[in-house]
């Protein structure tokens, strides 16, 4: 029922929330942060709100980013498991598209105001740090294997608003992953920084985040110029020694150098 609903959501929420201080303890993180945004020319279907307020499910402040985090905890339904296409929409639409359109809601927010701020559960109000850099991510509780990857054609569908950049999307297990083996905040902007731009790389369409990140920690994310533009890209190995870490207790994963 909806008491169960919402603690489900609370507990992603919290469970979000942790992963990220583990792996960006020098990051100032807020848990539902509330913002005013109303803009007429923004076109965007989450901005429907009457009063223009809206909330952010995480905000991350450091001197070096601003962190704008959503997260949905929605499951993939029964109908959408049997391969009926208007709930597969519907679903994928709640557990990624939402996200994905709400931070960049967020985001147009800080770019288009001159001294953005955010009301937490405290009452407290705070200010991004930095204005700059700022990485949108959705984190999303349903597996939906490496449909979380293909932003190109999830936006094709209308599943993500046409009008959205895209965010960094993931499932909240590869994220425990990541606050494992990240070792800084310069190593999650500098993978980020290399890792959005191939979501606009039609050969990795269905990429497996732990392949992309085993293929950071080897070949700093680097496909090749010898595959041609026709192909797709097969990845399926660079996960290996990731699974052979968690899975049973093999040398950890690094990366050599960050320059």
């Not at 994220?175 to 190593?187: H, I, R």
């Not at 192909?231 to 699974?243: G, M, P, R, T």
């Amino acid at each position: 029922g909806n008491r169960v609903q919402i603690a489900k959501d609370e507990f992603i929420e919290q469970k979000t929330l942790a992963l990220f201080k583990k792996m960006l303890p020098d990051v100032e993180f807020h848990k539902e942060a509330y913002y005013n945004y109303k803009n007429p020319e923004t076109k965007l279907k989450c901005t429907n709100s009457v009063d223009g307020r809206y909330e952010l499910d995480i905000l991350g402040i450091s001197e070096n980013a601003t962190y704008l985090i959503e997260v949905k905890a929605g499951l993939v339904s029964d109908a959408s498991k049997r391969g009926a296409l208007s709930s597969i929409k519907t679903d994928l639409t709640g557990i990624i598209g939402d996200a994905i359109c709400q931070s960049h809601r967020a985001s147009l927010y800080i770019e288009e105001n001159e001294n953005p701020t955010f009301e937490i559960s405290t009452g407290e109000v705070v200010s991004p740090k930095n204005k700059n850099k700022i990485y949108r991510i959705s984190i999303s509780f349903s597996v939906v294997g490496t449909l979380i990857s293909a932003l190109s054609k999830l936006q094709q569908y209308g599943i993500i608003d046409e009008n959205s950049e895209f965010a960094w999307a993931i499932n909240i297990y590869d994220l425990m992953a990541f606050a494992d083996l990240v070792d800084s905040e310069k190593m999650f902007m500098d993978y980020l920084d290399k890792r959005l731009p191939l979501y606009n790389n039609e050969r990795l369409a269905t990429t497996d985040e732990m392949d992309l990140l085993g293929l950071y920690f080897r070949k700093d994310l680097k496909i090749g110029n010898s595959i041609k533009r026709s192909d797709s890209v097969q990845l399926y190995e660079f996960k290996k020694n990731i699974d052979n870490y968690f899975e049973k207790n093999g040398p950890r994963p690094f990366k050599k150098s960050l320059k």
